[in-house]
């Protein structure tokens, strides 16, 4: 019983190993077709993603209608495979100028419409300070 129950063990555990191996690359088939690396040149203009480190807002104000990216900026060097070195404004001079690509959005055509930061107002936390213009409307209820 010993020597076969060993024997037939490894054979079930061989099979179970290249059946695994044969999913895996058929896993990893079907994902890598839709994923394609980014790559940025030198003075291209892309988006930053309004938010890269979690809990903090550091471009612009919170909330579900605030943007999701800002910029653009550029690119002033190449730091390994996945990280540039960006120009920022001098409004951010306290944040860290070098980002991983995942934070990015390519930039096409022209320049959209975009609040520069200079017309924003913010602190020295980096989070901005707003101010209301104006009372559009407003409702009494009477309960």
């Known amino acids: 019983m010993g020597p076969?129950?060993?024997?037939?063990?490894a054979k079930k555990l061989?099979?179970?190993r290249e059946r695994m191996l044969a999913t895996q690359n058929h896993q990893k088939r079907y994902a890598y077709k839709k994923q394609q690396p980014i790559t940025f040149e030198i003075r291209d203009?892309?988006?930053l993603k309004d938010s890269p480190c979690k809990g903090?807002?550091?471009?612009?104000k919170q909330g579900k209608l605030s943007p999701r990216f800002n910029g653009p900026f550029k690119v002033l060097q190449r730091i390994g495979k996945k990280a540039y070195k960006i120009e920022l404004l001098e409004?951010?001079?306290g944040i860290h100028?070098?980002?991983?690509?995942?934070y990015f959005r390519k930039l096409t055509g022209e320049?959209?419409?975009v609040i520069p930061l200079s017309e924003m107002r913010i602190n020295e936390n980096k989070r901005l300070i707003e101010e209301l213009e104006?009372?559009?409307?407003?409702?009494?209820?009477?309960?």
């Open 4 to 9: 076969n129950i060993v024997h037939h063990t």
């Open 14 to 16: 061989k099979v179970i």
């Open 45 to 47: 203009q892309f988006f």
């Open 56 to 60: 903090l807002i550091i471009f612009g």
């Open 91 to 93: 409004e951010l001079e």
């Open 97 to 102: 100028n070098t980002f991983q690509v995942c």
């Open 111 to 113: 320049v959209p419409d």
């Open 134 to 143: 104006a009372i559009v409307d407003h409702k009494l209820k009477k309960l």
